[in-house]
T-cell receptor, first 115, second 114 residues
């Protein structure tokens, strides 16, 4: 069974500081991993994905994520946080077994960037 | 290019009623997925349609159903509404037959069941 865990419900960071939002995964086979962001009263927006290749994946809005197979982690990072980055962040893994658009999402981490 | 459009954005129903939600995917996208988002359960996959066929279904009761039309527009229906069906229902479209996991979400339909 595929699953992801986001151990932190809330992350606070000062503007200009680096930020990290944590995600660990459990999959059978090679993982397809994703990060999505949700702003208030909006749908989710795709940030980045890891399928294969370099462990450091770069995405939208200056975000990047590091895939670590030995630690089964896929943490989201940004070198310098902006107040506008404040939002709800979801890690997700694709369901390999069906091969369809079935993503398993984590419970989400609310990021607050403090001015 | 217009994004994914969901209607209605907000609606209020009472227990026992039924509801139909609509989703228009991005032009050219043939795959449409539906997710339910609640504070308690988070985001849960409902079903996915591709070329008018249900390709996959999540673990929801039969009261939840959907369909896709030849123009790729999709509807989902919930019959005999329960209080626990109150949620944000998100539709997402994807261009390819092969799932890349990169989904384009609408802003959702917020259903309140009283």
């Amino acid at each position: 069974a595929q699953s992801v865990a986001q151990p932190e419900d809330q992350v606070n960071v000062a503007e200009g500081n680096p930020l990290t939002v944590k995600c660990t995964y459990s999959v059978s086979g090679n993982p397809y991993l994703f990060w999505y962001v949700q702003y208030p009263n909006r749908g989710l927006q795709f940030l980045l994905k890891y399928i294969t290749g370099d462990n450091l994946v770069k995405g939208s809005y200056g975000f990047e994520a590091e895939f670590n197979k030995s630690q089964t982690s896929f943490h989201l990072k940004k070198p310098s946080a902006l107040v506008s980055d404040s939002a709800l962040y979801f890690c997700a893994v694709r369901d390999h077994q069906t091969g369809a658009n079935n993503l398993f999402f984590g419970t989400g981490t609310r990021l607050t960037v403090i001015p | 290019k217009a994004g994914v459009t969901q209607t209605p954005r907000y609606l209020i129903k009472t227990r026992g009623q039924q509801v139909t939600l609509s989703c228009s995917p991005i032009s050219g996208h043939r795959s449409v997925s539906w997710y339910q988002q609640t504070p308690g359960q988070g985001l849960q996959f409902l079903f996915e349609y591709f070329s008018e066929t249900q390709r996959n279904k999540g673990n929801f009761p039969g009261r939840f159903s959907g369909r896709q039309f030849s123009n790729s527009r999709s509807e989902m229906n919930v019959s005999t509404l329960e209080l626990g069906d109150s949620a944000l229902y998100l539709c997402a479209s994807s261009p390819a037959a092969e799932n890349t996991g990169e989904l384009f979400f609408g802003e959702g339909s917020r259903l309140t069941v009283l």
